[in-house]
């Protein structure tokens, strides 16, 4: 059993396009443990997201494995890969993806509750989440009446909300302007550092890359040192 949270072993993810075969990943290796936070800096178009689907096991690999908290998830069926997703992975996007017609609290509890956790306990657990990113104030309204920052930050609790054990996370403040950017930023590594999880998390802020642990970047398909 292996201790990272994340091992990414001899991936390899190509897409046909036409008659052309365009081979992003080729081979590609990383491992994450506990409590690293890692920066994936990239060039556009170079492979990032689909690094993030792969580990977040909504793609699957041509080729390699693809290990979270110690196990295989490569050859699994996709009900299992459903369970691994919904319990040990959190994932924020650029762009919130909340739900526009439940509260703040309500899109906490929602994802809990699809995990099968209990309404009162998920409503606790969600207020306590809400308070700590400094939302204790809002956990009623709407994700409309929120400001950029509120709703980004709403939607970083809602990915921990199930204590995965690994974030992904594709430009989670490239939507806000650069002190509300890096406000979300200091509340997402103190939660990911606190829960001891670990984190891969894609940006081109080099500012907002520089106070992660490690970066790593993507050349010729494979991971390198950035
Ligand atoms: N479903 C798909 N079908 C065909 N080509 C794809 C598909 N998804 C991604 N690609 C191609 O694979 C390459 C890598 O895409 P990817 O989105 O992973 O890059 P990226 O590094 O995340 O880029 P960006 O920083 O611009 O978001 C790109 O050339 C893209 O056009």
Redesign the pocket.
């Known amino acids: 059993m292996s201790e990272a949270v994340l091992k990414l072993s001899g991936i390899s993810r190509s897409?046909?396009?036409g008659s052309d075969k365009?081979e992003?990943l080729k081979s590609a290796g990383l491992e994450i443990c506990p409590g690293e936070v890692v920066a994936l800096v990239?060039?556009?178009?170079?492979?990032?997201?689909?690094?993030l689907?792969l580990a977040g096991l909504l793609e699957r690999p041509d080729s390699g494995d693809v290990e979270i908290a110690g196990q295989n998830c490569t050859k699994l069926s996709d009900r299992k890969r459903t369970l691994i997703r919904r319990h040990e992975v959190g994932f924020v996007y650029q762009f919130h993806h909340l739900q526009g017609e439940f509260s703040a609290l309500e899109n906490v509890v929602l994802p809990q509750m699809i995990a099968g956790v209990k309404k009162r306990e998920a409503a606790e657990r969600a207020s306590g989440l809400l308070e700590a990113v400094g939302l204790k104030d809002r956990i009623h309204h709407r994700p409309a009446k929120l400001s950029g920052g509120e709703q980004q930050r709403v939607a970083i609790v809602r990915a921990l909300a199930n204590g995965p054990k690994l974030l992904l996370a594709?430009?989670p403040t490239g939507n806000l302007d650069p002190n509300t950017s890096d406000a979300v930023f200091e509340v997402l590594i103190k939660l990911v550092r606190e829960n001891g999880m670990a984190a891969l998390i894609?940006t081109?802020n080099l500012d907002l890359a520089g106070k992660m642990d490690r970066l790593v970047s993507?050349k010729d398909g494979k991971v390198v040192a950035a």
């Not at 990239?42 to 690094?51: D, E, L, N």
């Open positions: 897409y046909q396009s365009l992003v990239a060039p556009s178009g170079t492979g990032k997201s689909t690094m689907h594709d430009e894609a081109h993507l």
